[in-house]
C-alpha cells in the first residue's frame, strides 16, 4: 500500500524558512516521481514541485522558483521542500503526492498524481 506523510509545517513570519518532509512507503522510491502541491482556502489546488527520483531532475512553479527547493533521499524513501524566501501568498495546506513516472512534471504539476498523503498546514505571517 502506498503512503505518504507530510511533515513540517508551521507558522513562520515572512521572509523565514521552512522545510517540508514527505515520508513514502509501499512502492519502488526510485521508481516513481514524487510531487509537492498546495491549497489554499477558497483556491484551486496548485502545483508547486517535482522531482524524480530516478535522476533527481527538479521542476518548480514559477510562483516558488528561485525560493523553494526540491531534494530526495532516496536512502531514507523522503523528499523534502526547502521553503525559503516565504510569503503570506504561500500560506497554504500542503500535500505530497507520488506517481509511477508516466509523465513528465509540467503534467503532474497540472493535473496531479496517482497517490496523495494529508496535508500539512503552512501559514505565513506578515
Known amino acids: 500500500e502506498v503512503q505518504l506523510q507530510a511533515s513540517g509545517g508551521g507558522l513562520v513570519q515572512a521572509g523565514g524558512s521552512l522545510r517540508l518532509s514527505c515520508a513514502a512507503s509501499?512502492?519502488?522510491?526510485?521508481?516513481?516521481?514524487i510531487g509537492w502541491f498546495r491549497q489554499a482556502p477558497g483556491k484551486e489546488r496548485e502545483g508547486v514541485s517535482c522531482?524524480?527520483?530516478?535522476?533527481?531532475?527538479?521542476y518548480y512553479a514559477d510562483s516558488v522558483k528561485g525560493r523553494f527547493t526540491i531534494s530526495s533521499d532516496n536512502a531514507k524513501n523522503t523528499v523534502y521542500l526547502q521553503m525559503n524566501s516565504l510569503k503570506p501568498e504561500d500560506t497554504a495546506v500542503y500535500y505530497c503526492?507520488?506517481?509511477?513516472?508516466?509523465?513528465?512534471?509540467?503534467?503532474?504539476?497540472?493535473?496531479?498524481?496517482?497517490?496523495w498523503g494529508k496535508g500539512t498546514q503552512v501559514t505565513v505571517s506578515s
Open positions: 503526492a507520488a506517481d509511477p513516472g508516466r509523465y513528465g512534471s509540467t503534467w503532474y504539476l497540472r493535473y496531479g498524481m496517482d497517490y
Open positions: 509501499g512502492f519502488t522510491f526510485d521508481d516513481y516521481a
Open positions: 522531482i524524480s527520483s530516478s535522476d533527481g531532475s527538479a
